[in-house]
T-cell receptor, first 114, second 113 residues
């Protein structure tokens, strides 16, 4: 149990376009979902926390208008990178938690902006 | 600010030996800790967790030790296998009412054949 999926697993886009990444909890309802960003050989950096039906809480330094998060249901959260630029290229990972404190991570999405 | 750090960025272990990965944390308010394993190009995989009211917890081939006195966490892997090669992260969750994690910098475990 506690399987989290992400789609797509990788995406390449042109600078200036927007990209949407989906995060789904497949076998449980996630009360909270988290979005992380990870640069090569670095740790995970929390970008935002989202609860179903409410606005996401962004970490300091993360532009909410740049990284749009929608937590439409208890099994789906989306991250949209708007007007992507090469510096947005990164590995984006979501996680979901149910009633406990453990977070279960998705497989990640590799974004490359040309 | 608060941080979680690891003493060794890379650990090389002979196959079959035991591995010990260490983590220091600085937030005395943290009461929940987790170890994750991350293979290249994949998301972190939950290994084991421990609450602050415990000092030891065992799983399958893994043991987590918590020393609150010195704010130290360790992950022990018994009979290390090639499939254990990955980056290991510790994460702490301060008891602030949120489920936000603070991740350590990670340790790469290399298993030598």
């Amino acid at each position: 149990g506690a399987v989290v999926s992400q789609h797509p697993s990788w995406v390449i886009c042109k600078s200036g376009t927007s990209v949407k990444i989906e995060c789904r909890s497949l076998d449980f309802q996630a009360t909270t979902m988290f979005w992380y960003r990870q640069f090569p050989k670095q740790s995970l950096m929390l970008m935002a926390t989202s609860n179903e039906g409410s606005k996401a809480t962004y970490e300091q330094g993360v532009e909410k208008d740049k990284f749009l998060i929608n937590h439409a249901s208890l099994t789906l959260s989306t991250l949209t990178v708007t007007s992507a630029h090469p510096e947005d290229s990164s590995f984006y990972i979501c996680s979901a938690s149910r009633t406990g404190r453990a977070q279960y991570f998705g497989p990640g999405t590799r974004l490359t902006v040309l | 600010g608060e941080s979680v750090g690891l003493h060794l960025p890379t650990l090389s272990v002979q196959e079959g030996d035991n591995s010990i990965i260490n983590c220091a944390y600085s937030n005395s308010a943290s009461d929940y800790f987790i170890w994750y394993k991350q293979e290249s190009g994949k998301g972190p995989q939950f290994i084991i967790d421990i609450r602050s009211n415990m000092d030891k917890r065992q799983g399958q081939r893994v043991t987590v030790l918590l020393n609150k006195t010195v704010k130290h966490l360790s992950l022990q892997i018994a009979a290390t296998q090639p499939g254990d090669s990955a980056v290991y992260f510790c994460a702490e969750n301060p008891s602030s009412g949120t489920y936000k994690y603070i991740f350590g910098t990670g340790t790469r475990l290399k298993v030598l054949a």
